[in-house]
């Protein structure tokens, strides 16, 4: 089992940056991908990037122009994700999530292949 709680969410405006957390807690990650998605009021659930946990690989949704970075606190066992330049396109509700994923078939890229979610943070950019 891997537990997944995501912190970090809130209200700005444009142009403002945002730093999101997903503590992981549980069984090792060592092969796993752990994925951000978001999901707006009325839309599927949208791929934002994953880390592969074993070897620090990262893949990120050509929609985030480059604003965002995803990164890993080893020592807090701890997924973050850094939005810069936020619009308010980005408003939606942020998950992570955690699944036995490998990179070759890009299947991470889908929600229905990870296992494990957090409860989701919110994130309203005003304009």
């Known amino acids: 089992q891997v537990q997944l709680v995501e912190s970090g969410g809130g209200l700005v405006q444009a142009g403002d940056s945002l730093r999101l957390s997903c503590a992981v807690s549980g069984r090792n990650l060592g092969n796993y991908a752990m994925g951000w998605f978001r999901q707006a009021p009325g839309k599927e659930r949208e791929f934002v990037g994953t880390?592969?946990?074993?070897?620090?690989?990262?893949d990120y949704a050509d929609s985030n122009e480059g604003r965002f970075t995803i990164s890993r606190d080893s020592a807090k066992n701890t997924l973050l994700l850094q939005m810069n330049a936020l619009k308010p396109d980005d408003t939606a509700v942020y998950y992570c999530?955690?699944?036995?994923?490998?990179?070759?078939?890009?299947?991470?890229?889908?929600?229905?292949?990870?296992?494990?979610w957090g409860q989701g943070t919110q994130v309203t950019v005003s304009s």
């Open positions: 999530a955690a699944g036995a994923l490998g990179y070759s078939t890009k299947s991470y890229q889908y929600a229905n292949g990870y296992s494990y």
């Open positions: 880390f592969f946990w074993t070897n620090g690989r990262i």
